[in-house]
């Protein structure tokens, strides 16, 4: 049973920093594909990061020079280290997990588990 766990979220200042973090337990980490998701309320989710099992990495132009997807295969916990947030930042933050490789429009072709999200708040 595969299990997704994120944390790090919280309230922050314009201008601030964040660190995500995303557990992966129940499985074999490495062999993933994975993505970080936000959804503001009224909004629909969208794609912000995705990096394969290569370590090919994906960014919405949104977030391009601001976060950075990472991972830790040996502590099965992917990363999105936030720097220069914006109020429009502010959104529920997934993250997810699929096989495969990335895709040339940077998503990963499947997404089977998702954890519950954490809260960011920019204000």
């Known amino acids: 049973h595969v299990q997704l766990v994120e944390s790090g979220g919280g309230s922050v200042q314009a201008g601030g920093s964040l660190r995500l973090s995303c557990v992966v337990s129940?499985?074999?980490?490495?062999?993933?594909?994975m993505g970080w998701f936000h959804q503001a309320p009224g909004s629909e989710r969208e794609r912000i990061a995705a990096i394969d099992d290569v370590r090919h990495t994906s960014y919405a132009d949104s977030v391009k020079g601001r976060f950075t997807i990472s991972k830790d295969n040996g502590k099965n916990t992917l990363y999105l280290e936030m720097n220069s947030l914006k109020p429009e930042d502010t959104a529920m933050y997934s993250c997810?997990?699929?096989?495969?490789?990335?895709?040339?429009?940077?998503?990963?072709?499947?997404?089977?588990?998702w954890g519950q999200g954490t809260q960011v708040t920019v204000s």
């Open positions: 997810a997990a699929g096989f495969g490789w990335l895709l040339r429009d940077g998503s990963c072709p499947q997404l089977n588990y």
């Open positions: 129940g499985s074999t980490y490495g062999k993933y594909c």
